[in-house]
């Protein structure tokens, strides 16, 4: 019978950026794609925020590949069930390189907001519980709650912060029901949420994230 063996070795990351640090920025985003997304298509429905005053970073997941077969477009994951716990600390070690290499966080001037989008959503939080980074908003758009987390060592981290739970009503992967136990789930981990919920599918509404910018920025 053969052997499955392992190995580190290094990988190039990949992000994209809209706007740039400067004494104007009063907010650095930081917003995790979803599941067969790329970053340069999902960091374009940030762009209508103002590059002096906001600065969108969005990394893409490690593993790329083609959506429906050899002749469709490469798109990008964070982690399949293959091996998960080594993809998953390979994105943690990405994201944290990018984190040390951008320093978003050590402007206390400058508020921070991390959101993911559906799988971007367990991604992120999986991030967060392990290097707890400074954070002043948390926008879950879509997504579920990673199971194998313990995020009880992190409540007091979580309690500080200012979490949004979006949906949408047509989302054919979130039903309703669903969305009460995935904030119930949420309130039970110290993530006290407040329900973003709008008429619209699977997907980022750049109305309706305009519209909580609007509102709480």
């Not at 798109?75 to 984190?99: G, K, P």
């Not at 999986?126 to 948390?138: I, K, S």
């Not at 949420?186 to 993530?191: T, V």
Request: proline residues 3%; contains cysteine.
């Amino acid at each position: 019978m053969a052997s499955h063996l392992k190995i580190r070795t290094e990988k190039t990351g990949h992000y994209f950026q809209y706007g740039r640090l400067t004494e104007k920025t009063r907010y650095v985003w930081v917003c995790l794609h979803g599941y067969g997304q790329l970053a340069k298509h999902f960091i374009t429905r940030f762009e209508f925020l103002d590059p002096d005053q906001h600065m969108v970073i969005a990394p893409e997941g490690l593993n790329r590949f083609y959506f429906e077969g050899l002749n469709e477009r490469p798109v990008a994951t964070w982690m399949t069930r293959e091996d998960r716990l080594d993809e998953i600390a390979d994105f943690i070690l990405f994201l944290e390189s990018l984190r040390k290499k951008l320093a978003w966080d050590k402007h206390e001037n400058i508020r921070v907001i991390y959101l993911g989008f559906s799988q971007g959503v367990t991604t992120l939080l999986r991030w967060l519980v392990d290097a707890a980074p400074r954070a002043d908003f948390l926008l879950l758009w879509a997504g579920g709650i990673p199971d194998e987390i313990l995020f009880d060592r992190r409540r007091a981290y979580f309690e500080k912060i200012n979490a949004f739970y979006f949906v949408g009503n047509a989302d054919i992967y979130l039903p309703e029901e669903r969305v009460q136990v995935i904030l119930s789930a949420l309130g039970d981990r110290g993530i006290s949420c407040q329900l973003e919920a709008y008429s619209g599918e699977h997907k980022i509404d750049q109305d309706v994230l305009a519209a909580w910018v609007a509102d709480y920025l």
